[in-house]
């Protein structure tokens, strides 16, 4: 069982930025995929979007509509994944999860994903 643990959600103001942390047991497979995902209000029906995904190769992989602006890493020796955000929109309002699994699954799709975090919010007005 993989723990993840998101901290960092908060209000900003559109043009504004943030950085998301996901803190991980020390125990997780090296061979893993990490992801931010997030569920967007009154989008429920289509479900939970891929923002960003990074492989133990450190290959990333992001979502059209955040490319350029948001940035994913792993920091492996604080046990810690980021999500910094920068020129956030009001579009950007989410709840923003956490997730791992092993990867060979679509990044982007929530089915790939076994672990994952509570969540943490970003509102952005």
């Known amino acids: 069982q993989v723990q993840l643990v998101e901290s960092g959600g908060g209000s900003v103001q559109a043009g504004g930025s943030l950085r998301l942390s996901c803190a991980f047991d020390?125990?997780?497979?090296?061979?893993?995929?990490m992801a931010w995902l997030r569920q967007i209000p009154g989008k429920e029906r289509e479900g939970v979007e891929g923002?960003?995904?990074?492989?133990?190769?450190?290959?990333?992989r992001y979502a059209d509509s955040v490319k350029g602006r948001f940035i994913i890493s792993l920091d492996n020796a604080k046990n810690t994944l980021y999500l910094q955000m920068n020129s956030l929109k009001p579009e950007g309002t989410a709840i923003y999860y956490c997730a791992a699994y092993r990867p060979g699954g679509t990044w982007s799709n929530p089915t790939s994903y076994r672990y994952w975090g509570q969540g943490t919010q970003v509102t952005v007005s």
């Open positions: 020390a125990y997780t497979p090296a061979n893993v995929r």
């Open positions: 923002v960003a995904s990074i492989d133990s190769d450190d290959t990333t």
